[in-house]
């Protein structure tokens, strides 16, 4: 079955700075890669998203990119903001099948 | 807020009670799935339904029980039979199994004692 890593575990950066956090997975049949952002005691929400035939996606100051050969798919934040300080998980699926989420990635921005 | 609930919030039983925890979504989707989150931890699939009268163990099913006699509703009950069940445990939904946005509940803080 599929397996996803995840890294790092805990990333802190500084505000204004931008932070990556790189998630590999198992199954090449994987086509979905979504990727939720959850604050501390809320509900984890998705934040963006990308499937197999696209190489990279950008939404305002996130973004993600995908490598098919190499299995690996990275969340991108740029201009890192306190309020990006959260928990992030990536996620692998395909069809019919269900997610396999990556341990999370604790994200703290400092002032 | 993605139209699905939890209830409660926060829930507290004695060890060796059944506690039954409520999910709803209005969402019309077809999929429905139950995750446990832990401390520091990933997201674990407890079980899920891809369509009414049907679910499926997940990785963590062992001390679960669910029911899902509507499309809406999705009810987990919490055995005592689960060793460690204090947890925080999260609903989601999506119109369909695989590559589907998933949208979660605000989850239930339970804590046995």
């Known amino acids: 079955g599929e397996n996803v890593e995840q890294h790092p575990s805990t990333l802190s950066v500084q505000e204004g700075d931008s932070a990556v956090i790189k998630c590999t997975y198992s199954?090449?049949?994987?086509?979905?890669f979504p990727w939720y952002k959850q604050e501390l005691g809320k509900r984890p929400q998705l934040i963006i998203d990308?499937?197999?035939?696209?190489g990279e996606k950008k939404d305002q100051r996130i973004a993600v990119t995908l490598n098919k050969t190499a299995k690996h798919f990275s969340l991108h934040i740029t201009e890192t903001q306190p309020e990006d300080s959260a928990v992030y998980f990536c996620a692998a699926a395909n069809y019919g099948q269900n997610f396999v989420f990556g341990p999370g990635t604790r994200l703290s921005v400092l002032p | 807020d993605g139209g699905i609930t939890q209830s409660p919030k926060y829930l507290f039983r004695k060890e060796g009670q059944n506690v039954t925890l409520s999910c709803e979504q209005n969402l019309n989707h077809d999929a429905m799935y139950w995750y446990r989150q832990d401390p520091g931890q990933g997201l674990r699939l407890i079980y899920y339904?891809?369509?009414?009268?049907?679910?499926q163990k997940g990785d963590i099913a062992e001390g679960y029980s669910v029911s899902r006699e509507k499309k809406e509703s999705f009810p987990l009950t919490v055995t005592s039979a689960q060793k460690n069940p204090t947890a925080f445990y999260l609903c989601a939904s999506s119109i369909g199994a695989g590559e589907y946005e998933q949208y979660f509940g605000p989850g239930t803080r339970l804590t046995v004692t």
């Open positions: 990308i499937r197999s035939n696209v």
């Open positions: 199954d090449s049949a994987s086509n979905y």
């Open positions: 339904s891809q369509i009414v009268n049907d679910f």
